[in-house]
């Protein structure tokens, strides 16, 4: 190296170091985040039910001194801190909680129970880790409340509902997210899970994650007296086979090597041993990377269920309904890529990997789409000492969603709000311009 690249290269880390919190700022909040990390998990919320959470989390970030809207897309709040010109950044959390009762043993495990959507009595659980995100954020949001000598331009926090239920998103930029607040020039979001230990942070640059597509199937046969099937038409038969045809579109019809993923969650026909009842019910989660495969898969779906019926001679096609959707997290590889540097500074380069794409879907998306450039990054949540003894032992972690999911809190809260200070202070130190520049076009995928 030459010693003005020299001069250069250390001028560049120095700056990166820069921007991770210190020891100091982190412990001076993390009471507080950990404090508030107890309380949201012993007292968790349905989707589009989090008034409580949204209420805690909007008063605490009014102390901290941001300017808060409640009420955005329903529970939905709003956070921002001016600091004078620059770019806008926002950073986001989910709120809700799932239908899930806690069995982690834990001395603070959650004991809720609440009314589901359709009346049922429910146990709750904070079983995806939204609230070590509410938490990581609230620590985030009072460093950088605390040190707006280190940054310029806006931020802007959000508490989104009903991620679980795909809805939230759509909510609240239906609500003016974009146009009753500023824009973000990018959004930031992480989420904890079993990938990594806890203390590491995995980026994954372009596709993050999967498509996502729900579908629900009626079967129309001819019901009748079980000991007179020639005088029906079984749509208990029709579904069965159908169950069957469709596993062949992942094996037998996609390309191998693409990810297609078919799963039929419910099957629901008849009453009685006796009665060939006239319709059954079916409920399936679609999975792709890709566009091309996705519209091929749920094509397929279209094709071999209309057939299946026709085949047996039902009186009537079945319905087949697209009730819910959401695209896959696509993450700007050049934001990716600029990012890696402050967080390996902050965090250590080791402690910074490269993700491989994940299943499950998120609703960021709609962000994104929204022409928003995202940065979408997983938290380790494992104890690291666990995650060594599974890996060596070939076993599976508790994932999330899992009544077992339990995030080694200590660790994975202080990488969170130390990851998020460094990526938002380097987002917050560079020019609107520049961070238009990175903009890369998303391809056709
Ligand atoms: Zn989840
Ligand atoms: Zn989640």
Known sequence: MTPAKLLLFAS?????????PTAKELESVYPDAHAL??????NPELSAHETQTAAKLAARLRG???????????????????????????????????????????????????????GRDVPVMHACGHDVHMASLLGTAEIMAHSKDTWHGTLMLIGQPAEETISGAKGMIGDGLFTRFPKPDVAVALHVGNEQPAGV?????????????????????????????????????????????????????????????????????????????????????????????????????????????????????????????????????????RLRAPLEAALGKDKV????????????????????????????GVDPDKFAQARAAGTHLPSNHSPLFAPDVDPALHTGITAEVAVLRNLLNTSTEDLHKLKAEKPSH
């Open 12 to 20: 560049l880390t120095a700056f990166a170091c820069a921007q991770a």
């Open 37 to 42: 990390y107890l309380d949201l998990h012993q």
């Open 64 to 118: 901290a001194g941001y300017d808060v809207t409640e009420h955005v897309g329903g529970t939905g709040i709003v956070a921002i801190l001016k600091n004078g010109a620059g770019p806008t950044i926002m950073l986001r959390t989910e709120l809700d909680a799932l239908p899930v009762e806690e069995k982690t043993g834990l001395s603070y495990a959650s004991k809720v129970h609440a009314k589901d959507d359709a």
């Open 201 to 337: 942070v995995a980026v994954t640059p372009g596709v993050y994650n999967t498509n996502s597509d729900s579908i629900r199937i009626t079967i129309y046969g001819k019901g009748g007296h079980g000991a007179s099937p020639h005088t029906t038409v079984d749509p208990i038969v029709i579904a069965a086979r159908t169950v069957l045809t469709l596993q062949t579109i992942a094996s037998r019809e996609v390309k191998p090597g693409e990810l297609a993923i078919v799963t039929i969650g419910y099957l629901h026909a008849g009453l009685k041993n006796n009665i060939i009842p006239d319709q059954a019910e079916m409920g399936l989660t679609v999975r792709t990377y890709k566009q091309d495969v996705r519209q091929q898969v749920l094509a397929a779906i279209t094709r071999i269920t209309k057939a299946e019926a026709a085949a047996a001679g039902a009186p009537r096609e079945p319905s087949i309904d697209r009730y819910e959707g959401t695209d896959s997290v696509y993450n700007d590889p050049a934001l990716a890529q």
């Open 353 to 380: 990997v490269i993700g491989e794409p994940i299943t499950p879907s998120e609703d960021f998306s709609y962000f994104v789409e929204q022409g928003v450039p995202g940065f979408y990054f997983s938290l380790g």
